[in-house]
């Protein structure tokens, strides 16, 4: 019985339609009804403190340990949740603010996940820092979900990537697969909420917020370029605003070229948005970036 409340739960947060049919235009109350109540309706009630986290042989649990993604994981969770809540509570739209203050809740949650896995599995971490209240409440919760959008796409070629190659074993990538899938309805939200704001927002305020947009860009390519060279020399704190999944790139896809990986980034992101109402805007930066790239690339022979 708890299985199958389980699997409907799960089904619940992937497949989703909104009853009105035809055209949605951005932002028309319409379209805003649907992304916000896509977000409500797809929640998965999990509860971390009930996980039910499966046992590793000693060689699993070190590779588990040894990466190196923990301390910055659980500290990106903690600043996503609070500049989530922060911004939303600036909202003026109650659907909205409703649907920003749950993204900002499982944020939270995603912590309390990851806090219990490494209680569980002995894994010490560094003292956190304190969360500041942002001073800039969109500055900050557009820096968090940018980044949200740039790092899940790679986290989903990862993490199926481990899956592939047995580097985490199937009942723990099955213990965190609602986790990872609950980053796919967080930048569906995030690419909706953003075409929505563009066009409810005054004239006047939409030149300043497009190159807004464009030093927030700047800022996360900035912030990631200097992860890369600080892995290269060991060092992989200094970036407070860089996600985790380049920190564990280079271990969990070290048996993989990167042209493979992108692939996988680009199959996985289109299955897990693939349950959703196709009338929901999609990220569209990173595949288009990835599918770029991959014109100049050749997978390696195996």
Partial sequence: MQNAA?????????????PTGGALPPGEDAHKAMFCRMFLETFNPYKPAVIDWPTLDDETRARLVNLPIWDIAVQT??????????????????????ALELNGWEEGRHKEVLHRLVEFYGIKLEP????????????????????????SFFAFGLFETARRSGFFPPELVETF?????????????????????????????????FFRTLAVWGLLFGERMNLAKDMSSGDTGSSQDANFTLT???????????????????????????????????????????????????RRRR
């Fill in 6 to 18: 389980v699997a409907a739960a799960d089904h619940t947060a992937r497949t989703w339609t909104f």
């Fill in 77 to 98: 969770e903690g600043r996503a949740r609070l500049r989530m809540l922060s911004y939303a509570r600036i909202v003026a739209d109650p659907l909205v603010r409703q």
């Fill in 128 to 151: 956190e820092p304190d969360y500041v209240e942002p001073k800039d409440p969109e500055w900050s919760y557009l820096v968090t979900a940018y980044g949200e959008c740039i790092d």
């Fill in 177 to 209: 697969e609602p986790v990872i899938q609950e980053e796919t309805r967080h930048i569906l939200l995030f690419a909706n909420w953003l075409a929505w704001h563009k066009r409810t927002m005054p004239l006047w305020r939409r030149p300043y917020f």
């Fill in 248 to 298: 564990g790139a280079n271990k969990v896809g070290n048996e993989i070229d990167a042209a493979e990986l992108l692939d996988i980034c680009l199959a996985e992101n289109d299955r897990r948005m693939a349950g959703y109402d196709e009338r929901l805007l999609r990220p569209t930066t990173m595949p288009r970036l990835v599918r770029f790239a991959r014109r100049f690339m050749r």
